[in-house]
């Protein structure tokens, strides 16, 4: 297998392998940060998690149409307005979800489920009534286009890197919400103990609505990202959902680092084994061995101490 | 202590009705007033009706979602696909291909030779073992693995999805080995006899009708039987049945088995009337779909689960053919409204608001018995 390559070429192989890896994942911690708030923290299965990425990629397309047709001398810069449009959008629309659905259903996670799952049929209806059904691509600003040549043989985009570096930055601020901030306490002690949160005067309601809205937002982020990489499509939702929730689990749901690091270890054996395999053989392989572990060890990888 | 037994008859007068009104719309009315092609799409809703009774023991009365059931289906489905496709890849039909006598998108795929896991579906014995067998060993395995470890709730549902993900991309991936994400196709013959003459799909109805019939009784059976009250015990107080001395996880399994092996029997059904099988019939979305048929119909609902499987289905043919558009919004609506509003499904509306105002136009039946209290109250 290896003999038809010289060492250099493997290298170089490996190097870019390795680099694609990333790419993935950084696309898994997007995708599973706002997930690993909404389903590690709260519980609750938000099976349109997909839709609410999406969500953020169309209002990131809206806008690169509109910079492009009014403010063509802006047009470098949209990405970033985009992203902050694409959180308050997907997280305003969360809210009205909480609001309107989640809230009633905390006591009964199956049908919360089935809700959402609902809801994310309801949602992909409208982005094809809206938007067409075909798949829809951003233009790319010039400074995000091709590669750095790191050597001769290994080159990586410009846009994989931007992707990583938002990945990274998103990472940090979930993190230091979550356990840097009185609100992140907040969510904590609610996850601990609801009825204790709420005796010592945690506005129990609010934290709830808060905490979906911005697991909702950062999907919406995720989701602008997205874009950058890829096309938005109408349904493209529901191909993210099934690796974005083994990606919570696998982790250890209720551990930020434990998501990290299951995306980590999911992305760089998938892109790895891509190469000596067809594309289809190397993610069933990989999702076996992601759920061969889980039934080794169900709670995932990390696992946070709770006496329940 | 009251000195006084409870029993817990097979058949209550009230089933009696039930499955009498549900025979009778069965093999009557349907035959009656459909056309034999519209019969034959009745004959394809119902073989969901038998995934649809195994999710109501597991998620009803277990509190086992499984979002899988797609896989049992599809493996039903595709053991009785294998079997037809063997006997329609004669060498007489197949001649021109460059190695006959083996299946055509084998052929397509630069196979030369019919791998040997293809082999037993040379007999039909064996294959009608393997509709049941297949489903049942590898839910065995699932449940086995899940339920010793104490898995459960959303952890299982999602679990089961991502093996359903693995199930259909394997499947597509495996072109020359399964048709890849056309299916099987092209089926003929069941022993000689042509299945896709108008007769044989009027009989493959009524086979499917009797086998569905069959299944009822089983799992009204299990349901009536000690086993169904312990199951639905361990659903609402997993560790009072665990301290009481039983192994929840034996109970689990059983009844996940079950489930499966009828989703088999469905998805070879469903092969035998439709006359194909593919991948796109048994991946996440169909698979969340069968929850619904349950779900629409009263999740705790033997027969609810029947009618919930008719109307969907039919539901979905006439609304993504006349209004393709509104029909993914209905299908959202109806997922939301089945959990809100209507957690019982339509077994719960008509034991609350259709079956007490019937009963008062009925002036003989007041002493009929109420329903059991397990029906009344939602699962979790």
């Known amino acids: ?308 | 202590m009251q000195s006084k037994q409870i029993k817990h008859p097979f058949l209550t007068r009230r089933d009696v009705i039930g499955y009498a009104i549900l025979a009778a719309v069965i093999f009557l009315l349907l035959p009656a007033v459909l056309d034999s092609f519209r019969l034959n799409l009745f004959g394809k809703y119902l073989t969901y009706a038998f995934v649809a009774v195994g999710l109501v023991l597991c998620w009803g009365a277990g509190g086992i979602l499984s979002l899988g059931q797609g896989i049992f289906f599809g493996l039903g489905g595709y053991c009785m696909a294998m079997f037809l496709k063997l006997e329609a890849s004669t060498p007489e039909n197949t001649s021109i291909q460059s190695t006959p006598g083996i299946p055509d998108f084998m052929d397509w795929n630069q196979l030369t030779a019919l791998p040997w896991w293809w082999e037993p579906f040379y007999s039909l014995p064996l294959t009608l073992l393997a509709v049941v067998a297949v489903p049942v060993m590898f839910a065995f395995v699932i449940g086995f693995a899940m339920f010793t470890r104490r898995v459960s709730g959303v952890y299982f549902a999602i679990i089961t999805q991502a093996v359903v993900a693995i199930l259909t991309i394997l499947i597509i991936g495996q072109q020359g080995f399964t048709g890849g994400v056309n299916g099987i196709t092209d089926l003929r013959t069941l022993f000689g006899w042509d299945i896709r003459t108008e007769e044989a799909k009027t009989t493959l109805y009524f086979v499917n009708g009797a086998l569905l019939f069959v299944v009822l009784m089983v799992a009204q059976f299990v349901r009536r039987s000690k086993l169904g009250r312990l199951l639905i015990a361990m659903r609402d107080q997993p560790d009072r049945v665990r301290f009481s001395g039983y192994d929840v996880a034996k109970f689990k399994i059983f009844i996940f088995c079950l489930g499966a092996g009828f989703a088999g029997i469905g998805g070879a059904m469903f092969t035998l009337q439709v006359g194909f099988m593919s991948p796109t019939l048994i991946g996440i979305v169909p698979s969340i779909e069968m929850v619904i048929f349950c779900a629409v119909g009263g999740r705790l609902s033997i027969i609810g689960a029947v009618y919930g499987a008719l109307v969907v289905n039919w539901a979905k043919t006439t609304f993504s053919e006349s209004f393709p558009e509104l029909w993914l919004f209905g299908l959202g609506a109806l997922f939301i409204a089945v959990v809100m509003a209507f957690p019982n499904g339509l077994a719960g509306v008509w034991a609350q608001h259709i079956e007490p105002r019937l009963l008062k136009l009925w002036p003989g039946s007041a002493k009929q018995p109420a329903a059991p209290a397990a029906e009344k109250t939602p699962a979790e």
């Open chain 1, 1 to 308: 297998m290896f003999s038809d390559y010289s060492m250099s070429e493997l290298t170089a192989i490996f190097a870019m392998q390795g680099f694609s890896g990333l790419i993935l994942f950084s696309v898994f911690v997007l995708m599973a940060l706002g997930l690993a708030i909404i389903f590690g923290q709260m519980g609750v299965i938000n099976m349109a998690h997909g839709e609410f990425m999406i969500l953020g990629a169309y209002v990131t397309y809206l806008l690169s149409n509109l910079f492009a047709d009014y403010m063509p001398a802006l047009f470098g810069m949209y990405f970033f307005v985009a992203m902050f449009f694409a959180f308050f959008a997907s997280g305003a629309l969360g809210m009205l979800v909480e609001w309107a659905l989640i809230r009633h259903l905390y006591k009964r996670p199956l049908d919360t489920l089935l809700a959402t799952w609902g809801l994310s049929l309801i949602l992909q209806q409208t982005y094809r009534t809206v938007f067409g059904a075909r798949e829809v691509g951003v233009s790319i600003p010039d400074w995000m286009m091709g590669s750095l040549p790191i050597t001769d043989l290994i080159e990586v985009p410009i846009n994989g890197i931007f992707v990583m570096v938002l990945a990274l930055s998103i990472s940090i601020g979930v993190y230091v919400m979550m356990y840097r901030s009185g609100w992140g306490k907040q969510v904590r002690a609610i996850n601990n103990n609801r009825q204790m949160a709420d005796a010592v005067g945690i506005n129990t309601a609010w934290t709830d609505r808060m905490t979906f809205a911005i697991g909702c937002g950062v999907a919406g982020v995720a989701g602008s990202a997205f874009t950058m990489i890829g096309s938005t499509g109408p349904t493209a939702g529901q191909l993210y959902i099934v690796d974005t929730f083994l990606v919570v689990v696998f982790g250890g749901a209720g551990s930020l680092l434990g998501t990290i690091a299951s995306a980590f270890s999911i992305s760089q054996a998938q892109s790895i084994m891509e190469f000596f395999l067809s594309g289809s053989m190397a993610k069933v392989l990989t999702l076996l061995t992601v759920v061969g572990i889980l039934m080794l060890r169900p709670q995932g990888l990390f696992t946070l101490k709770l006496r329940k």
